[in-house]
Structures are given as structure tokens and as C-alpha cells.
């Protein structure tokens, strides 16, 4: 399709799994965000990269939370050990060009839930 | 910081009902602005954007104007329909780097026919 995909769109996890989540950005976006997204919360930024390049990961709540690109498309973001306050939706979005003012387009999300 | 404030909601209007969703902003330097909107089950969608003081923005009869002297992004619509129901997100960037996104914490509106 032609926006960003993510999946799953839910993933239900025991406390202690660790889980991947999956982010397909529009063909041919070179930023990537991830965001975290609370209940009744607005997003929150958690990590980006420019094509393959983490450059900023100053959001990730902390060293359990890991994020990868490795061919500048596809992205997995990584929980280990997972938590209850992992409980949120994760979002995704791309945008064609680094340091412009282009919109973000986010995809539908993946809803987590810790047991 | 850069930070976002939206107004609690929810809002509640009938239809045809004259909209304003505030937001206030506080940041260093000249940011740029947006509404988002958010539709039950799905992500994000960019509804309008100002990039620089007294720019307005519009779309589907949404329209803001980024206002540097009240630090506010104001949202209105003068005839909403009950399909503009959903959460709204008022976010900034510094316009500079590559700009991750502050977002205020939503706005739900629930319109009824």
C-alpha cells in the first residue's frame, strides 16, 4: 500500500517476553520516527533515523528499548524484558526528507498490552 | 523545553455547532505547528500546518492561525459534522534538525446529530 504500515496492530505479551514490532515506511521516506503513545496521552518521541542511522535516541525510556534499520526502510523496534508500564501503542511515521517541513504520516499503530 | 497545552476535553457539540479547541505553545526559537487528528482505531492524520508567525492554516473548513504573540494555535470550524468527531492533537517542531514532534495530550470531540 501506499502509507506506512505497521504490525501487529495488536500484540499481547506476559511480563518478563520481550517483543519486536515491525514498521514499513512509505517507499523512498528517509526520516523514520517511533513514537509511544499512552492512554488519553498525546504521542511521545521515542527515537529517529535518517535512512540507517539511529541519530537521535534520546526518547527510549530506557536500555530495554532497542531500534534498528538496518537497510534504511523496514524498522523493528525491541522490547526486552517487557514491563506493565510497556503498556501503550507504538506508533510509526516517515516523512520524505530530513529538515524540512514536511508532514509526519503516521501509521495505524500496534497496540501493546503486558500481562 | 518545548512543550504543548491543549484544552481538557471532551468537547460535546451538536451539529452544525461553531468549534474552537485551544492550544498554547511554549518553545525556543520559531517552531512550526500542526494539528493532527485521530480517527477511532486509526493513526494519525495531519490536519493543517503554519509554518511561521501569522501564517494560517486550513483544510476540510479546519483552519489555526500561529499567533507568536499569544503563543497559540487556536483550532476552529464553524459548522462541524458528526464525521469530525475524534481526537485532536496540537504538535510543534523546532524547524530545525529533523524535527521530532511535541504533542499537546488531545482533544476528544464528540459531535451528535
Known amino acids: 500500500g501506499a502509507g506506512v504500515s505497521q504490525s501487529p496492530r495488536y500484540k499481547v505479551a506476559k511480563r518478563g517476553q520481550d517483543v519486536a514490532l515491525r514498521c514499513d515506511p512509505i517507499s523512498g521516506h528517509v526520516s523514520l520516527f517511533w513514537y509511544q503513545q499512552a492512554l488519553g496521552q498525546g504521542p511521545e518521541f521515542l527515537t529517529y533515523?535518517?535512512?540507517?542511522?539511529?541519530?537521535?535516541k534520546s526518547g527510549l525510556p530506557s536500555d530495554r528499548f532497542f531500534a534498528e534499520r538496518p537497510e534504511g526502510s523496514v524498522s523493528t523496534l525491541k522490547i526486552q524484558r517487557t514491563q506493565q508500564e510497556d503498556s501503550a501503542v507504538y506508533l510509526c511515521?516517515?516523512?520524505?526528507?530530513?529538515?524540512?517541513?514536511?508532514?509526519?504520516?503516521f501509521g495505524d499503530g500496534t497496540r501493546l498490552s503486558i500481562l | 523545553g518545548n512543550s504543548v497545552t491543549q484544552m481538557e476535553g471532551p468537547v460535546t457539540l451538536s451539529e452544525e455547532a461553531f468549534l474552537t479547541i485551544n492550544c498554547t505553545y511554549t518553545a525556543t526559537g520559531y517552531p512550526s505547528l500542526f494539528w493532527y487528528v485521530q480517527y477511532p482505531g486509526e493513526g494519525l492524520q495531519l490536519l493543517l500546518k503554519a509554518t511561521k508567525a501569522d501564517d494560517k492554516g486550513s483544510n476540510k473548513g479546519f483552519e489555526a492561525t500561529y499567533r507568536k504573540e499569544t503563543t497559540s494555535f487556536h483550532l476552529e470550524k464553524g459548522s462541524v459534522q458528526v464525521s469530525d468527531s475524534a481526537v485532536y492533537f496540537c504538535a510543534l517542531n523546532k524547524n530545525t534538525g529533523f524535527q521530532k514532534l511535541v504533542f499537546g495530550t488531545g482533544t476528544r470531540l464528540l459531535v451528535s446529530p
Open positions: 511515521a516517515s516523512s520524505l526528507e530530513p529538515g524540512t517541513q514536511g508532514a509526519q504520516h
Open positions: 533515523f535518517q535512512n540507517e542511522a539511529q541519530l537521535d
